[in-house]
């Protein structure tokens, strides 16, 4: 197994300390699919990183929370292989979220990483079918993954829940959204190049 989490554009020092929850997040999702880890790059990134692979990938010129690239997809036995790709953040889209739902940007980033993790062993939410599968896989990965989570909060440089008031409902992911993208089609070369993915393991 081998999960790289590359910071673009993060202190390192915060970096080292969300890699290990980060990793167990990615874990959990695979291993409740079924699953076997190949190298997954969790990448740390902003609105400018997303928004060009938006465009590059997806001809969708606009930022998204969390685009994915699964390299192994289009193969016929995808299902039984170790699933591998890169699942792209942005951490802009985690503090405006995080402030829509009025939750920590800790929860927000471990939600959005679930749902990246679910994207790269091929879950999609297109129809409402697929929402509801996809919603019921990230609600239970949030709630086995408490103490990630909870080690996410910890490792933040500041407290990040800004408000008392009660936390908004999300809905489910439209089929079509208007500013988040999900999935990208897999590209014949890797998107995102960090010298550190050569670092295995970390």
């Known amino acids: 197994m081998s999960i790289v989490l590359t910071p673009l554009f993060m202190r390192r020092a915060l970096a080292a300390r969300l890699r290990a929850p ?3 997040l990615v874990t959990l999702v695979l291993r409740r699919l079924g699953r076997r880890t190949g190298e997954i790059a969790v990448v740390l990134a902003d609105d400018a990183t997303t928004r060009a692979l938006n465009r590059d990938w997806r001809g969708m010129d606009h930022a998204t929370d969390v685009i994915t690239f699964a390299y192994d997809e289009h193969e016929a036995d995808a ?7 890169d699942l792209v953040v942005s951490m802009d889209r985690v503090r405006v979220q995080a402030k829509r739902w009025k939750v920590s940007e800790g929860e927000e980033l471990a939600r959005l990483v679930i749902h990246g993790a679910l994207h790269l062993c091929g879950h999609d939410h297109m129809k409402a079918a697929e929402r509801r599968v996809m919603r019921a896989y990230e609600d239970a990965a ?5 103490a ?3 080690a996410l909060e910890k490792a933040w440089p ?3 829940r800004t408000t008392p008031a009660p936390r908004a ?9 208007a500013g988040p993208a999900r ?3 897999s ?4 998107p995102v190049v960090a010298k550190s993915r050569a670092r295995k393991g970390h």
């Open 22 to 24: 980060l990793r167990a």
């Open 187 to 190: 590209p014949s070369r890797r």
């Open 183 to 185: 999935r990208a089609k």
């Open 169 to 177: 409902t999300r809905p489910a992911r439209p089929a079509k959204p």
């Open 148 to 150: 990630a989570i909870a």
């Open 158 to 160: 500041k407290p990040s």
């Open 142 to 146: 949030m709630s086995e993954g408490a």
């Open 79 to 85: 299902d039984t292989r170790a699933v591998t790709g």
